[in-house]
């Protein structure tokens, strides 16, 4: 599956952005799909996912309640949406997906398979 991210872009404190992944080669449906984040010299962090296999949906402590991960499978997207955000949410946002991972390993980047080129958000004071 090849996955292309859009919409970060530059957002005042308290705004929002909705972050879109358009999947192509095969169907949503079939992967676990998630977002990570990376900001300058830190480690990839997990923001959202959302389970191929029991349909819910898992968030970092710090985003729930402000980012909700969501996805469309006619259209063979998944989207994060993103409010109240803070100046420590800016980072380069990847999207993920793999068929196989287990609930357990959903925060872990180095379990997925496939991923979207990054999209720059940032969040001004």
């Known amino acids: 599956v090849q996955l292309q991210a859009s919409g970060g872009g530059l957002v005042q404190a308290g705004g929002s952005l909705r972050l879109s992944c358009a999947a192509s080669?095969?169907?949503?449906?079939?992967?676990?799909m998630a977002w990570f984040r990376q900001a300058p010299g830190k480690e990839r962090e997990f923001v959202a996912a959302?389970?191929?296999?029991?349909?819910?949906?898992y968030y970092l402590d710090s985003v729930r309640g402000r980012f909700t991960i969501s996805r469309d499978n006619a259209k063979n997207t998944v989207y994060l949406q993103m409010n109240s955000l803070k100046p420590e949410d800016t980072a380069v946002y990847y999207c993920?997906?793999?068929?196989?991972?287990?609930?357990?390993?959903?925060?872990?980047?180095?379990?997925?398979?496939?991923w979207g080129q990054g999209t720059l958000v940032t969040v001004s004071s």
């Open positions: 080669g095969r169907t949503l449906s079939r992967y676990t």
């Open positions: 959302s389970s191929r296999t029991d349909g819910g949906t």
């Open positions: 993920a997906a793999d068929a196989y991972i287990l609930s357990s390993y959903y925060k872990d980047h180095t379990m997925y398979d496939y």
